[in-house]
T-cell receptor
Framework: RKEVEQDPGPFNVPEGATVAFNCTYS??????FFWYRQDCRKEPKLLMS???SGNEDGRFTAQLNRASQYISLLIRDSKLSDSATYLC???????????FGKGTHLIIQP | DTGVSQNPRHKITKRGQNVTFRCDPI?????LYWYRQTLGQGPEFLTY????????KSRLLSDRFSAERPKGSFSTLEIQRTEQGDSAMYLC????????????FGPGTRLTVT
């Protein structure tokens, strides 16, 4: 079983819509959770950390459910510039490096 | 530019040759990581340094791979006797006061083994 699983998409969404991505992780000892964004042919960049209480950064909301080992990302009022691959990332559980999902490809259409 | 830099950006080599990549992290970052990414996949962790100490190696890092960070600054990743399956993007990242989850990635070195 893959350690971090995401729906690869692509998600085709009209500009201004709300879109949600989910991911699940298998290692219950994982300690920290993140969403990274990767543009085509570019390096990954940290989008936001994910906290147990849920957290918001502008149009982006992240939530964590430790009991279900489930992480989500919600993007409201999507912009064309949100088109990218969103990587669900887990840290800990005995590993020092980040464990990435395959990513969910999002395409915002005008 | 004070971000993470990697050299070379592209490397084409023949099967069986050795290659070496360099990573210069953000200067105040004490942690340095190497990842490998293939098309359609997320980055896969290879190894991690805290200062000059190599603290963890992934199972993906076969004995043909070796990494060093001799003075706790730049790092090199060497692949000996390259195989076609080694073709990938090799990414370096560093982290500092923000903790290990806040990693800053370099642009990567794309390796093609023919």
């Amino acid at each position: 079983r893959k350690e971090v699983e995401q729906d690869p998409g692509p998600f085709n969404v009209p500009e201004g819509a709300t879109v949600a991505f989910n991911c699940t992780y298998s290692n219950s000892a994982s300690q920290s959770f993140f969403w990274y964004r990767q543009d085509c042919r570019k390096e990954p960049k940290l989008l936001m950390s994910v906290y147990s209480s849920g957290n918001e950064d502008g149009r982006f909301t992240a939530q964590l459910n430790r009991a279900s080992q489930y992480i989500s990302l919600l993007i409201r009022d999507s912009k064309l510039s949100d088109s990218a691959t969103y990587l669900c990332v887990v840290l800990g559980g005995g590993a020092d490096g980040l464990t990435f999902g395959k990513g969910t490809h999002l395409i915002i259409q005008p | 530019d004070t971000g993470v830099s990697q050299n070379p950006r592209h490397k084409i080599t023949k099967r069986g040759q050795n290659v070496t990549f360099r990573c210069d992290p953000i200067s105040e970052h004490n942690r340095l990581y190497w990842y490998r990414q293939t098309l359609g996949q997320g980055p896969e962790f290879l190894t991690y340094f805290q200062n000059e100490a190599q603290l963890e190696k992934s199972r993906l890092l076969s004995d043909r791979f070796s990494a060093e960070r001799p003075k706790g600054s730049f790092s090199t990743l060497e692949i000996q006797r390259t195989e076609q399956g080694d073709s990938a993007m090799y990414l370096c990242a560093s982290s500092g006061a923000g903790g290990p989850g806040e990693q800053y990635f370099g642009p990567g070195t794309r390796l093609t083994v023919t």
